[in-house]
C-alpha cells in the first residue's frame, strides 16, 4: 500500500559525501516522521537521524555535525546529506516513515529496502 523508495548509497573514501533519497509512494500517507536507520555487519539497527513533519530533528551522536536530514513534505521525501564520511559509517541504511493512510487515525510504520553505503580508507 506504501512503498518507500530509496536511492544515493554507493562506495565512497574516508571524508568524501553522499546523498541518499527516500520517497514514499503508492496510497496517501499523511507523515508524522520520517528518518533513517542503520545497519553494520553483526550489529543492531540503530538510529541514525528522524525529521517530523513540523520540522525537528534528532541525530545520533555519531553523526551530529557531519549529517543532516532534510524533508519535501510535498513530495513526502526525506533526504540525508552525508559528509566527512568515514569507515565506521559503512552500513545499509534504512528508511523509516510512520503516518497515517488516507483519513484513517492508526499510525502506521513502513521500511525501505535498504541501501548500501561503503567508506574505505
Known amino acids: 500500500q506504501v512503498q518507500l523508495v530509496e536511492s544515493g548509497g554507493g562506495l565512497v573514501q574516508a571524508g568524501g559525501s553522499l546523498r541518499l533519497s527516500c520517497a514514499a509512494s503508492g496510497s496517501i500517507f499523511n507523515v508524522n516522521a520520517m528518518g533513517w536507520y542503520r545497519q553494520a555487519p553483526g550489529k543492531q539497527r540503530d538510529l541514525v537521524a528522524v525529521?517530523?513533519?513540523?520540522?525537528?530533528?534528532n541525530y545520533a551522536d555519531s553523526v551530529k555535525g557531519r549529517f543532516t536530514i532534510s524533508r519535501d513534505n510535498a513530495k513526502i521525501t526525506v533526504y540525508l546529506q552525508m559528509n566527512s564520511l568515514k569507515p565506521e559509517d559503512t552500513a545499509v541504511y534504512y528508511c523509516?516513515?510512520?503516518?497515517?493512510?488516507?483519513?484513517?487515525?492508526?499510525?502506521?510504520?513502513?521500511w525501505g529496502q535498504g541501501t548500501q553505503v561503503t567508506v574505505s580508507s
Open positions: 523509516n516513515a510512520r503516518g497515517t493512510i488516507g483519513m484513517g487515525v492508526t499510525q502506521r510504520q513502513y
Open positions: 525529521i517530523t513533519s513540523g520540522g525537528s530533528t
